[in-house]
Nanobody, 127 residues
Framework: QVQLVESGGGSVQAGGSLRLSCASAYTTGRGSMAWFRQAPGKEREGVAGINSLGGQTYADSVKGRLTISTDNAEKTLYLQMNSLKPEDTAMYYC??????????????????????WGRGTQVTVSS
């Protein structure tokens, strides 16, 4: 298990922006990390993932609006969220692949591939 701490959530109106951060003890320049979200009554879903080769994968629902990135010196994972919609409302979680595997494509959005999780940060988008 690797400690992950999310921040940056909040309440915004539709069309607004937020930047989520995930401070970690994980070496962000290795392996794979991702952002997931879970709305009340729904399953946890992958939003965006990134691997150490720079490969990125996004859920279709967020393509063109959300961008995942890392600051390896700061060991921080980011999620820039633009043009937010009410359906983006959820608890957002940061996750790390604890064996430092390099995941590709849809594997980056699969919760079972990640062994370390943060506690989440709430994002609420009002119409």
């Amino acid at each position: 298990q690797v400690q992950l701490v999310e921040s940056g959530g909040g309440s915004v109106q539709a069309g607004g922006s937020l930047r989520l951060s995930c401070a970690s003890a994980y070496t962000t320049g290795r392996g794979s990390m991702a952002w997931f979200r879970q709305a009340p009554g729904k399953e946890r879903e992958g939003v965006a993932g990134i691997n150490s080769l720079g490969g990125q994968t996004y859920a279709d629902s967020v393509k063109g609006r959300l961008t995942i990135s890392t600051d390896n010196a700061e060991k921080t994972l980011y999620l820039q969220m633009n043009s937010l919609k009410p359906e983006d409302t959820a608890m957002y979680y940061c996750a790390a692949e604890t064996s430092y595997r390099v995941l590709f494509g849809s594997a980056l959005l699969r919760p079972t591939n990640f062994g370390s999780w943060g506690r989440g940060t709430q994002v609420t988008v009002s119409s």
